[in-house]
């Protein structure tokens, strides 16, 4: 079992910078894959960045340019730092770890969630 708690959400104007951590209780940490997603009320919960076993990042394109998907193996945590903050990234962000993900931004791949943290960005 996988316990996932994420930090760092809050309200900030757009322009402005977020960082986000998901701290992750299990001790084989190393052997999941894991991501960020995003859901807002009406719309599916969309893949925002994940990071593979072996390294590999990917990066929806909606946000490319703009986010950093990181881990921190000391901490045990996934990091994920936003930047030029858009009003349309407004949402609830949650992190998410499964050993075999397959589809690295599809949430449906992924077994084990954290509760979520709320980021607002106003205009």
């Known amino acids: 079992q996988v316990h996932l708690a994420e930090s760092g959400g809050g309200s900030v104007q757009a322009g402005g910078f977020l960082r986000l951590s998901c701290d992750v209780s299990?001790?084989?940490?190393?052997?999941?894959?894991m991501g960020w997603f995003r859901e807002t009320p009406g719309k599916e919960r969309e893949g925002v960045a994940s990071?593979?076993?072996?390294?590999?990042?990917t990066y929806a394109d909606s946000v490319k340019g703009r986010v950093t998907i990181s881990k921190d193996n000391a901490k045990r945590s996934l990091i994920l730092q936003i930047s030029s903050l858009k009003p349309e990234d407004t949402a609830i962000y949650y992190c998410?770890?499964?050993?075999?993900?397959?589809?690295?931004?599809?949430?449906?791949?992924?077994?084990?969630w954290g509760q979520g943290t709320q980021v607002t960005v106003s205009s």
């Open positions: 299990s001790y084989t940490y190393r052997s999941y894959s």
């Open positions: 990071i593979d076993t072996d390294g590999t990042i």
């Open positions: 998410a770890a499964d050993e075999f993900p397959g589809l690295p931004l599809k949430p449906k791949a992924y077994n084990y």
